[in-house]
């Protein structure tokens, strides 16, 4: 398989056309930014430590059901994707108040819910991803309802499966990001699953060890990473 053009540029990831029209190249980057972009760094080889965590968590999911767009990591930054038509949404899936849940909600960092909490984002970002639910999805068309119901039911099995996956290395899944598009008439699970897009504290200390990291300028990022790179590969 051969790369060929770029064809987009995100935050963290690069997509490249490749000579085959079904599969792309998605490349991924140590740039790190937060709040909308205001923040920007570099996280020193968090391209390759997010390439093996999010490679090994889509090849668990596909050996429970869950379809992804993963193919194959052919080299330490590249990961070859299905093409896939991007459903503008993106679902946040959360087991504990932090971030902005703790904040909009006026609650300590660190409470437990009552209930797992899915929220919906509109992806745009010029707009910032604001936050929509089920009637603006129908009502700007960015998904039939049934696709937002899939949405729904896949996150939820998706948070079963790596939530028992982390807790088994020593990890809380606190709360995390899911993005998904359409594949020859198939949803499938798309982007990454990272500490880019996680928030994962350690099981017994509570010490974060995702991007929070970086946001809240507590240090050893690159540490983190490669730690929870170690666990999810064990």
Known sequence: MKRLEKLYEGKAKILYATDNPDLLIQYF??????????KKGIIKEKGILNNKISSRIFQYLEDKGIPTHFVERPSDREMAVKKMQIIPIEVVVRNIAAGSLAKRMG???GTPLKKTILEFYYKSDPLGDPMINDYHIE???LAQKFE?????????????YLSKFFDER???LVDFKLEFGRHKGQILL?????PDGCRLWDKQTKEKMDKDRFRRDMGKIEEAYQEVCRKVLE
């Open 29 to 38: 980057k140590d740039e790190a930014t937060a709040f909308d972009g205001k």
């Open 139 to 141: 009502a700007f068309g």
């Open 190 to 194: 798309g982007d990454e699953i990272t």
């Open 170 to 172: 020593g990890i809380t």
């Open 107 to 109: 609650v300590e960092e």
């Open 148 to 160: 937002a119901d899939v949405l729904k039911e896949m996150a939820l099995e998706i948070n079963g």
